[in-house]
Every structure is written in C-alpha cells, then in structure tokens.
C-alpha cells in the first residue's frame, strides 16, 4: 500500500502533490489546465492518480474544449455515455451533471443520476479507465462528492477472504432510473448493457488488486455466479460494506474551478445526495477515458452478455 503522509513537490515541474486523507485522495497545485502541458507535467500527474486514485485541482477557469484537451494527455476521450442523447451542442464528449435534466427525467431534482456508491459505467465490458469531473454550477452548500480507495478495501480483507474473492465473478447490469416509457427509460432497456466481471481485478498500470463490486450496478442484477440469489445478495452486502468502509474515503467540497480526475478502476464514488431538496441547481461535467476488459486475478477476462465495447478517439 502507498504511503500517502507527505506533501511532495516535483523537483522537474514544480507541482505541489499534497495528500488528502489517510488512503486516498490528493490535491495538486502548480499546474494551468487551459494549455498545453510538458511531458513531465503529464507524466506527474498520471503518476499521482494512480499513487492517490482520486486527484483534485482547484482554480482552473476551463470549458468543454479545454477539457476534453487536458483529458486527451492521458487516453483516448470516448463519448460522452452510452446512452446519453443530449450533449453540449459541439462537444459529444461532454456528459452533463445536471439536477435540472433529473428533474426532467426523473420527476425530481437531485444531487446526482446515481445517488449511489458506483464506478462509473461497469455494466460495459470495457468500463471506463477514468473520468474528469469540472465544476460549472454550483449549491451554497452541499453537493459533494466522496471517492473510496477499493485497492485498500481489497488489501484490508483477511486473507481467507481475500482468496475466497479473488475467484468470483459478479453480474453488473444498467438500471433504468428514468420516468416510465421516457425517451432516456427505452433507450436504457434497449441498449441493455450487462456484462460479467471478477470480483477482484488487476489494475493493468500498477499491478493492484482492487475489489469490483460497484453497489450501483451489482445491486439490481444481485448475482453472483454459481451462487443463488440469497446467497450473492449476502456475500455482495459485506463487500460492498467493505468497500466503502468511512475510513478508505474522501469527501471533496466543490467550488468553481475544481476539477477531480479519478482512476474508475480502482475507486467507487457517491454523488451525496444532500442537496436535491434545496432550491438550488448543481451542473457538472464529466469525460471518461476509455477503458480495457477487466482481468481477474488469474488472468480470466470479464465475460459479455449484451452491449457492445465502448471505444473513444
């Protein structure tokens, strides 16, 4: 596990990296998002989303095209979600955050799509590798987001329960949360995105295991396979408890200009759902990275049911 107790600064490029929490979590300053960046700043900064899983800057006053450039340094930008029909006009990349379009879609204001703990998109064989949050309209107060380090849940398990893990394989399908016979609900059950990952997979950078439960997307499907569905459900619960144990979190207070960039094969996050109820909107948004098929620990690949890989340019 990575020691994360110390501020550092690049010799080579001046950043400031300085931790966040006990296992996750780090802020980096020194940086201008808006332009071009030198190799070594790429290269730090690639190095620390996969030291601290989740990355925050703060003052960065960018727009879609600059994000999506700054997204470009570290893969290939996929569009903006599988079932996404309304992107910024010019920009098919952006995927909008926005409690007015739940109220659209939903029938009600919220905080987020998904107000529960998830990696984002896991459903797809290939979910993405990582994702890059901005904020553009924000609440007085509430609305953060928090980010669990699932390398540490993992590495945190008693052994035996490690091993007995390691060799599981769970179903992770998309749920329709929009409004009943909705233009968004039939393009969800039409796409019907539902794949097969290990349990435990293998981060392909660092070599880590990290626990692959993702409570948004498994909790429906609730399957684990060659078990029945009360068994999965009981086995499911104490992982996803133990994923998201308060001690391998951080909680990140937007405020205009934040930028988070996260490592989606290594960490679950939560939309808080505290703010819905205030009379106020909240607009982010995401780009995503595409990512590779996840790989268990003796090396099986996650299995396809239905949906096609999702590629970015």
């Not at 450039?69 to 955050?97: D, M, Q, S």
């Not at 390398?151 to 060799?167: I, M, S, W």
Request: proline share 7%; net charge negative.
């Amino acid at each position: 596990m990575t020691d994360l107790a110390d501020t550092r600064q690049s010799i080579d490029t001046g950043l400031d990296i300085e931790p966040l929490a006990g296992y996750i979590g780090a802020e980096i300053r020194g940086v201008d998002l808006r332009g071009p960046l030198e190799p070594g700043v790429v290269t730090d900064i690639r190095d620390a989303l996969h030291t601290y899983k989740v990355i925050f800057f703060r003052g960065q006053d960018i727009g879609h095209a600059e994000q999506i450039a700054f997204a470009r340094n570290f893969g290939k930008v996929t569009p903006a979600h599988p079932h996404e029909e309304e992107p910024p006009e010019g920009f098919p990349e952006i995927l909008p955050i926005d409690s007015r379009r739940y109220e659209r879609h939903l029938g009600r204001k919220r905080t987020s799509y998904d107000n529960s703990w998830h990696t984002d998109v896991t459903a797809l064989i290939n979910p993405p590798a990582a994702s890059i949050l901005r904020a553009h309209i924000l609440p007085p107060y509430g609305g953060d987001t928090a980010w669990t380090n699932l390398v540490a849940a993992y590495e945190n398990l008693p052994r035996d329960l490690r091993e007995f893990a390691d060799k599981l394989d769970v179903r992770h399908q998309f749920n329709a949360r929009a409004a009943a016979d909705s233009q968004r609900d039939r393009k969800v059950r039409e796409a019907n995105l539902v794949s097969y990952h290990p349990v435990v997979r293998v981060h392909p950078v660092t070599g880590e295991r990290a626990l692959f439960v993702s409570p948004g997307f498994t909790r429906g499907a609730r399957e684990i396979r060659g078990y029945s569905p009360t068994q999965s459900e009981a086995i499911l619960n104490l992982l996803w408890h133990e994923a998201t144990r308060t001690e391998f979190t951080v909680r990140f207070r937007w405020a205009p200009g934040s930028v988070a960039f996260w490592d989606n094969r290594a960490t679950a996050h939560l939309a808080i759902p505290d703010a819905g109820h205030l009379d106020y909107d909240r607009v982010l948004y995401r780009v995503t990275l595409e990512g590779d098929v996840p790989r268990g620990v003796d090396g099986r690949e996650s299995e396809s049911v239905s949906g096609q890989p999702f590629h970015g340019s």
